[in-house]
């Protein structure tokens, strides 16, 4: 069993930054694939960006391209969401997903595939 934290969330305006943190309690994420999404009340949750346990594989949603990245340490002990560039329609609640994937490869966007996530960590843009 793999129990995801995510830490980092908060308010902050329109061009703003923010920084999250996903922490696989008692372990790494050594072998497995890690992804970020997010969900708002009344639609469904909607894939952000994710990376093979290698990070030598990375996708990200068209709407983040090139604002968010994704990144772990050297120690694949924590991954990072940087978000730069926040817009309004980045308001969400933001949850980290992880799936055994010691081969690397694709990185899903569908939220089925991924076996393990958090509780979330509320991400709100003021315009």
């Known amino acids: 069993q793999v129990q995801l934290v995510e830490s980092g969330g908060g308010l902050v305006q329109a061009g703003g930054s923010l920084r999250l943190s996903c922490a696989a309690s008692g372990r790494t994420f050594t072998n497995y694939a890690v992804a970020w999404f997010r969900q708002v009340p009344g639609k469904e949750r909607e894939f952000v960006a994710g990376n093979s346990w290698s990070g030598g594989t990375t996708n990200y949603a068209d709407s983040v391209k090139g604002r968010f990245t994704i990144s772990r340490d050297n120690a694949k002990i924590t991954v990072h969401l940087q978000m730069n560039s926040l817009k309004f329609e980045d308001t969400a609640l933001y949850y980290c997903?992880?799936?055994?994937?010691?081969?690397?490869?694709?990185?899903?966007?569908?939220?089925?595939?991924?076996?393990?996530w958090g509780h979330g960590t509320q991400v709100t843009v003021s315009s």
């Open positions: 997903a992880a799936r055994y994937s010691p081969y690397g490869g694709y990185i899903s966007p569908t939220p089925t595939a991924w076996n393990y």
